[in-house]
Structure formats: C-alpha cells, structure tokens
Nanobody, 127 residues
Framework: QVQLVESGGGLVQAGGSLRLSCAAS????????MGWFRQAPGKEREFVAT????????YYADSVKGRFTISRDYGKNTVYLQMNSLKPEDTAVYYC????????????????????WGQGTQVTVSS
C-alpha cells in the first residue's frame, strides 16, 4: 500500500504561482511512477503531468507545458508540481497518483493506469 497526501493548494490571482506537494508513505517510493491529475467542476479528471521512477522522464499536458514543472525528492518521499503563470482555467481539485513501475523510465498519462490516489487539494485561480 502507498498513502499519498497532497498539500499546497489555495487561492491565487491569475499570473501567480503555487507549488503542490504530494507526500508518499508505505511501499518503496522509488519504485513508482508518479502523476498529477486535476478535475474541475462538471468536468472529467484530466492528466496534468507525470514523472518516472528515475526522475529522468517527464511528460506534460499541452495545456500546462512550459508553465508547470513536476519533480520528485527521494529523500523526502515527495513529488512536487510547481505551477507558474496560473490561469483561471487551471482552477480544479488536483490529485496526486502513484503507479507501480516496471522500469525506471516508465511514465503514464491515463488515470486508470494508476494504482493509488491522494485525496486532492483545491486550486482556485481568480481573474
């Protein structure tokens, strides 16, 4: 089992920045690829970013590319999502997810590929 706890959400003005954190506990953190997803009211959950077990592979949704950065700290068992130049359309509940990885470079962009999920953290961007 892996437990994931997100933090760092809040209210920010358009153009501002936030850094989300996802603290993992339980099984070996380094054996998992990690991802961030988001869900806005009335919309389906959508992929935001993913990072491989090794940290060497990352992938972003087109809507956040160049503005968001995913990273991981093995010593702290934590994954981060640095969000810059925030837009009102970034408003959503953001979820962290973990996927058992069969290789150090594996990443995943589909929600049903992930094995564990956090409870989510709200991000609201005002115009």
């Amino acid at each position: 089992q892996v437990q994931l706890v997100e933090s760092g959400g809040g209210l920010v003005q358009a153009g501002g920045s936030l850094r989300l954190s996802c603290a993992a506990s339980g099984r070996t953190f380094s054996s998992y690829a990690m991802g961030w997803f988001r869900q806005a009211p009335g919309k389906e959950r959508e992929f935001v970013a993913t990072i491989s077990w090794s940290g060497g592979s990352t992938y972003y949704a087109d809507s956040v590319k160049g503005r968001f950065t995913i990273s991981r700290d093995y010593g702290k068992n934590t994954v981060y999502l640095q969000m810059n130049s925030l837009k009102p359309e970034d408003t959503a509940v953001y979820y962290c997810a973990a996927k058992r990885a069969s290789s150090s470079t594996m990443i995943a962009t589909v929600s049903y590929d992930y094995d564990y999920w956090g409870q989510g953290t709200q991000v609201t961007v005002s115009s």
